[in-house]
């Protein structure tokens, strides 16, 4: 499958998976590394919202969800470690609050489920911030700036613009930001896990388009520059991405947003960013 082939380093909903469905293979190496996904333990809450940070400083790490499969922000190099921009990134973050990452693999449309039942602290999976979900949860500053393109096979001469994605088939995760847009073009949408699955299901003529992340895409044209698909519209939006918090967690996000303003001030950011882009994504 074409999945395997894309996955050189080891790829949801906003995306936001991150909310975006972008799930892309990445040739890029991590600097940071990153921890092995934990699957029995919770989210350090103590006794409530307002006490996550001194719980995280007690309990010695942090617990983040992430998807696992969802490059190039949170993936298994060829190794089986997992790695990625927001995975490195949420690394960096723990070390400057002086705990440990611990990670936690969830699917997208589990994630803010997983949130809500404090199996993690913070999801880091390039969450868009939107208003509906600010009413219901905290975010860190945004640190990922990005829009979204329609993506088709590169011989496809009859879809050229969002208007023209009415009545054909588009691979989105139902709950995503993505496939709010394909929806709201009258798509009929199709169900995938993340980028890679929708690839597979492009290529293969299954369904005709999906929307994803533009820097998702750009990873997997600069690894992959052979595989047959191409950009033919792009949002007029830019959206902001965050860390995603419990409602109430003020200290916790206020030593996060610490941590990516020093990240940026001393240039780890850019590093990061750098690895994985070529360029600044916070900007």
Known sequence: ?????????????????????????????????????????????????????????????ITIGTEGAYAPFSFHDKSGKLTGFDVDVAQEV???????????????????????????DMVANEVTIRDDRKAKYDFSEPYILSKAVLIVKANNSTIKSLADLKGKKSGQSLTSDLG????????????VDGFNQAIDLLTSGRIDA???????????????????????????????SGMLFRKGSTELVDAVNKALADMKADGR???ISNTYFGEDVSK
Request: charge should be neutral; include cysteine.
């Open 1 to 61: 499958m074409l999945s395997a082939a894309i996955l050189l380093a080891g790829t949801a909903c906003g995306a936001k998976n991150n909310d975006n469905e972008a799930n892309t293979g990445n040739n890029a190496g991590s600097n940071a590394g990153a921890g092995t996904g934990n699957t029995n333990g919770g989210g350090n809450t103590g006794s409530a919202s307002g006490d996550a940070l001194a719980a995280i400083k007690s309990a010695g790490e």
């Open 94 to 120: 723990a070390k400057r609050l002086g705990v440990k990452a611990a990670f936690m693999e969830t699917k997208w449309d589990g994630m803010l489920a997983g949130l809500d039942a404090k199996r993690f």
């Open 180 to 191: 709010d847009i394909a929806k709201a073009n009258g798509a009929q949408l199709v169900a």
């Open 210 to 240: 999906t929307i994803n992340d533009k820097l998702s895409y750009l990873d997997l044209k600069k690894a992959r520059p052979d595989v047959p698909i191409k950009v033919v519209a792009e949002t007029d939006n830019v959206s902001q």
């Open 269 to 271: 950011y850019l590093e």
